[in-house]
Structures are given as structure tokens and as C-alpha cells.
């Protein structure tokens, strides 16, 4: 499928063509819904993300306008598919509750997650988890 829109120039610009009538024409980018990591590197782990997960989907369930997942792709800029997160589990108020294959944040009135929750694993680095609090 392939979508006109203006050329991108911000993150790496895509390469494009032009149409006849001299529009551009840039592919679509697909934004995927998984990486092929595991969630969790142990059961310690997983039973942590599920517990809050659930707790917060029952924390809420009330309100129609906030939007829990968990291990889910964020992508906060459109056109760029490479700058993105999978928080353990992830709270956006002002979105309505909904199954998504990733959350578009451009999709989402461009509100980005409040607050986001990532359990330390042994195999986490310090490093890995400074660049997950830097990338929030």
C-alpha cells in the first residue's frame, strides 16, 4: 500500500518518489507489533507485570478514558518506526480503553503515556534501564 504525503525530513528521510503528477510518493511504514523478545525473562518477572497490569485494569475499570496495556510497542513519532519502547506496562489518561496492535501516539491525540512501569530482570543492565528512563 502505498500513501501520498509530504516528504519527511526530520529522523532520517525516507526516500521517495514522484508520481506523474510530480507528487511524492513515500511507501508506508509498517509499524510492528512485536519484536520476538519474550515479555518476561522469568516467572518472578512476569508474575510482577501481570500484578500491576491487572490491578491497574481493575484500578480503572470504571473510567472509560484510560487506557492500560502491558508489553505493548509505543511509538511516539510518526515516520519512524525504529524510535519506540515496549513498556512492562503502561497508563495513557484521556484514551479510551481498546485493543490495539501498538499504541501510534500521532493515532492518540498525541497523548503519550503518563506513567510506565519496566521490572528489573537479572539480565538488565544499568545502562539498559538509564536509556529506558531517558527514552521517557
Known amino acids: 500500500m502505498v500513501r501520498q504525503i509530504a516528504p519527511k525530513t526530520q529522523l532520517g528521510a525516507i526516500k521517495s518518489n514522484k508520481n506523474q503528477l ?3 510518493i513515500v511507501p508506508e511504514i509498517v509499524y510492528p507489533e512485536s519484536d520476538g523478545e519474550p515479555m518476561a525473562d522469568n516467572t518472578k518477572q512476569f508474575t510482577w507485570i501481570v500484578k500491576i497490569k491487572e490491578n491497574l485494569e481493575i484500578l480503572f475499570k470504571s473510567n472509560p478514558d484510560v487506557f492500560v496495556a502491558g508489553d505493548l510497542f509505543w511509538y511516539p513519532v510518526e515516520g519512524s518506526n525504529k524510535i519506540k519502547l515496549a513498556p512492562d506496562t ?16 500521532w493515532e492518540e491525540d498525541n497523548i503519550p503515556p503518563q506513567v510506565v512501569f519496566e521490572i528489573l530482570s537479572p539480565g538488565n543492565t544499568q545502562d539498559e534501564m538509564d536509556k529506558k528512563s531517558c527514552f521517557i
Open 22 to 24: 510530480g507528487e511524492t
Open 90 to 105: 503502561m497508563v495513557v489518561f484521556g484514551r479510551p480503553k481498546a485493543h490495539r496492535g501498538s499504541y501510534r501516539q
